[in-house]
């Protein structure tokens, strides 16, 4: 048998999040189309996460089992002309019997972008939240170093999370302006249900009100969900990057040299 | 009576060109139901050029008489309320009766941008024009320079135009790379139609050819249409600035200093 894991990229307006669901169109299920039209058969496949509707990836990855001898070459360009514009394979690989897209990851990095202009920007609709009101990124960028370290993150976890165990690794965070485009990048070991969303909500909480790193690590450290800010917008989220340590470099900085 | 002038930023995806169609939806249409909204008449609405349907726009100017009082920063606040998301209007101010928005009109940019990679973008679909084949920005933005200059541009001139004319000057043409985004960029005193259109079909062309800036002004030169290339998708084209010389700078890039 072989294992192969597939690389995607895809714009999630369209759906209600990665994970196969009734009665509503999902990533998920799009793929498994496709992958039915290229290997001649509905096989079953694993993704490295479930993202919520609206939420975008850069890129996203997922697994799946086939005696098919397909060239990995050949499955990318096949996979792409079964799916819909909005999904593309970037990459496919074989990889060991023991992979895992979720359980093998050590990392992700997400994205998430403001349009920061009084106008909205009619090519981001769908792509960035619109925020009218001014944001200083390098103080934004001061105050998200709050995050870093390892924490309990509750106060950054919306219910009906069924996860117990909260505790999580920041290694990076920062707040960058391009023009008018702000964007909050972040990098941990995992993250809860909706954490980065409201990492984004208590940024611009922070920017109301002036709080900087001391402040947002003060909210972390309480762990009281009532303290952190509202959950940001799904359409502004882009899983970014999934890190698999032994493959490549890792999210904490570290790279194998082989 | 007062003369507004507004300038509006639109992705022309949904949308059969600027000018008003029959049976078709148009800019024009929309944003006179806009302007009925905010000024309580279907006033009429003059634009500075007719851009095709799927064809963008990151400045676009438009004029309109009114004997209402609105001020300008309200004007723009209402107009975006009752605008779609894909329709924005960035400014609005006083001008002179004796302005016109096309024929007061020193010059135009434009930029054309192509997703250069294997693999499609999902979040450019409608925003860019994929090519799949390698592309040396490089090497393209020295054969652009072959557009420079006062030519007769017939061979850059789709049939169906009225305009008898041909003589255009183009000021500025460069092709440049970010990542996987490759950007022409054209400045010019007018464009025929099709014309930037035409010019990106024929830089694709000197690619694939390896043609060189004397080849691409031969090509002017002769002013055979057949000798250029295909005309490329509009998903591509914006009209990314108009001049208005008496305003501010101007297209060839000298400026008036008060």
Chains 1, 2 share one sequence.
């Not at 001014?134 to 919306?158: I, K, N, R, V």
């Amino acid at each position: 048998m072989r294992h192969l894991l597939l690389t995607i990229r895809y714009r999630g307006t369209r759906y209600h999040g990665y994970q196969v669901q009734q009665n509503a169109l999902s990533v998920a299920q799009v793929v498994q189309d496709a992958v039915e039209q290229v290997f001649g058969a509905r096989l079953p496949v694993k993704g490295c996460s479930r993202t919520d509707a609206g939420v975008h990836a850069n890129q996203f990855a997922l697994t799946l089992y086939t005696e098919r001898q397909i060239p990995c070459p050949n499955v990318v360009r096949a996979m792409n002309v079964h799916l819909p514009e909005d999904i593309a394979v970037l990459d496919c690989r074989e990889v060991s019997d023991t992979f895992h897209p979720r359980y093998s990851c050590t990392g992700k990095r997400y994205l998430y972008q403001i349009w920061n202009s009084p106008v909205r920007n009619p090519f981001l609709t769908d792509l960035a939240l619109h925020w009218p009101h001014p944001l200083d990124a390098a103080e934004l960028d001061a105050a998200a170093q709050g995050f870093l370290g390892t924490h309990d993150f509750s106060a950054f976890c919306s219910a009906g999370s069924s996860v117990e165990d909260h505790v999580r690794t920041i290694y990076q965070a920062s707040v960058s302006r391009q023009g008018e485009l702000v964007t909050f990048s972040v990098t941990g070991n995992g993250f809860l249900y909706n954490m980065v969303r409201i990492m984004v909500g208590t940024l611009l909480q922070a920017a109301r009100e002036h709080l900087g790193a001391a402040e947002i690590a003060a909210i972390v450290e309480r762990g009281d969900r009532a303290k952190a800010g509202v959950t940001a917008p799904a359409h502004g989220l882009y899983l970014d990057r999934v890190f698999y340590g032994d493959m490549e470099d890792r999210p904490d900085g570290t790279v194998d040299r082989p």
